[in-house]
């Protein structure tokens, strides 16, 4: 029976998510920037606010009022597609995470927005729209090096796809089903980290190409292209591909938190459960956020024909071996 | 050495930098140390007695200048007594070559370790003697001070 306060919530926790995916990329902007920072053995942003908190927030504001340039030979429609297309999935994919258990609030509230019984192909779909975001900049850009970003990225993010839905595939085989939900909560006893590593080394790689993150930054190489398919993009349209990045690295960070970290399990304190859920949830999401800063500090680009070298002759038949395995121990077991 | 092991001690010793303390120097707010002979401004020494200024008015500096930094202006009394009337020194075009203090032969221009030299307007580095002076004294105070103040 459905009644104002279930739609309430529901408003709530959409709201909520509607907050978190704007504001997060905030805060990780600036802590990248600190990180590289005493990485390289400087001290960071330090001027804007107390220890430079303010940064991105002032750097927000000037993109803002910068003007908002598009290209005279550019397609304009498309152009002005392009940073949605990059953004709305980044922050619908986030309606299926669940973020902590059911929780009592006078009545059970599931600390999700939704627990979708085909959660886990709702958010590859996601991310297969999401490729559209850098093919349309580049193609409407009007721009050699926006265009090479596009081609670059369009085939780097379908090659890496692939890879993510076989190690995403081990994770299902032992669950039986595609709600992230039930994921989670059959991690209770054992995180799927432990018999599923080959998967997660997998997925975590296959992440990081996703979301066009070094040492997989091809599409963006300043080195290279400048800055590959968002090149010609300034102001608020650029704030929305940075944005989006941001965003789809804490996504690729949270699901691999659910499929391999336990979700929200770990110890809690009685009586607030709940909370001390959500805490850990976040932890592990942040530590595996701290990973992608760590790599980006270490490892250099690669070149192009080694990253598709190293999906197709690589990670894909790792993966496809891990299912496998996974399928064997599987069929041994029931 | 097997596959990745490369990577991994990449990662681990990146870690371990990072876990540094920065060598950035807050310079504005918090001084850099610099070396014993670092080589600064050329300062003035102020005359122990008369608590004036010890140039002569000789003309040796201007001379040994490669690049006009210095010009002095002097007259003399009925007697022949020479005194400054203006000493001038364009920091702007100072090179930092010392060849100044070398040639002074009453040691008033003097080696200075000041560095906090910087201005947004080329016509405040035309210096006078006090200028000088007042940085021989002090070194670690900035030559403009007012505009170091928020």
Not at chain 1, 149 to 154: D, E, H, N, P, V
Not at chain 1, 170 to 181: D, H
Not at chain 2, 11 to 22: D, E, M, N, Q, Y
């Amino acid at each position: 029976m459905v009644d104002g306060w279930d739609v309430l919530i529901l408003v709530i926790k959409a709201l909520a998510i509607f907050i978190i995916v704007p504001v997060a990329p905030l805060v990780f902007v600036l802590a990248e920037r600190k990180i590289l920072g005493r990485i390289q053995s400087r001290i960071g942003p330090n001027r804007v606010g107390p220890w430079g908190l303010l940064q991105t927030l002032a750097d927000g504001i000037k993109l803002g009022a910068k003007e908002d340039f598009i290209p005279p030979a550019g397609d304009r429609v498309v152009f002005w597609l392009a940073p949605l297309f990059m953004v709305v999935p980044a922050a619908m994919a986030w309606a299926v995470i669940p973020i902590g258990p059911e929780v009592e609030i006078g009545r059970k509230i599931g600390l999700w927005v939704t627990d979708l019984n085909v959660a886990i192909l709702y958010i590859l779909a996601l991310g297969s729209v999401a490729v559209y975001g850098p093919v349309m900049a580049g193609w409407s850009s009007n721009s050699k090096y926006a265009l090479f970003g596009s081609l670059r990225s369009t085939a780097q993010v379908i090659s890496y796809e692939i890879t993510m839905g076989v190690a995403v595939l081990g994770v299902l085989v032992y669950t039986g089903s595609f709600s992230l939900v039930d994921i989670v909560e059959k991690q209770k006893d054992m995180w799927f980290a432990i018999p599923q590593v080959i998967g997660l080394f997998v997925f975590l790689v296959s992440g990081i190409a996703e979301t066009n993150r070094a040492p997989f930054d091809l599409p963006e190489a300043e080195t290279e292209i400048v800055a590959g398919y968002h090149v010609e993009y300034s102001g608020m349209r650029f704030a929305m591909f940075f944005l989006a990045e941001y965003a789809n690295m804490f996504l690729v960070s949270a699901l691999a938190v659910i499929l391999f970290f336990g979700g929200w399990h770990g110890w809690t304190i009685p009586g607030i459960e709940g909370l001390t859920s959500v805490l850990w949830f976040m932890l592990k999401t942040l530590a595996l956020m701290f990973v992608y800063f760590w790599l980006r500090a270490t490892l250099p680009r690669l070149r192009y024909d080694q990253l598709m070298a190293f999906c197709w002759k690589f990670l894909l038949p790792l993966g496809i071996v891990n299912l496998l395995i996974t399928a064997v121990l599987r069929l041994g077991w029931s | 050495m097997g596959f990745g092991t490369g990577i991994i001690s990449g990662l681990i010793r990146v870690l371990s930098i990072g876990f540094r303390k920065p060598i950035t120097y807050m310079y504005p707010e918090s001084p850099r140390p610099v070396a014993e002979r670092f080589r600064g401004m050329v300062g003035m020494r102020r005359d122990e007695v008369t608590g004036q200024l010890s140039c002569v008015g000789c003309g040796l500096c201007e001379t040994a200048c490669p690049n006009d930094v210095i010009r002095i202006d002097t007259s003399e009394t009925d007697e022949g007594t020479r005194w400054v009337e203006r000493y001038q020194f364009d920091l702007g075009r100072c090179i930092f070559c010392y060849l100044c203090v070398e040639a002074c032969p009453v040691d008033a221009l003097q080696m200075t370790r000041a560095y906090h030299l910087s201005t947004p307007n080329r016509a405040d580095l035309i210096l006078t003697a006090d200028d000088m002076m007042r940085m021989t004294e002090n070194p670690d105070q900035p030559l403009f001070e007012h505009l170091w103040r928020d």
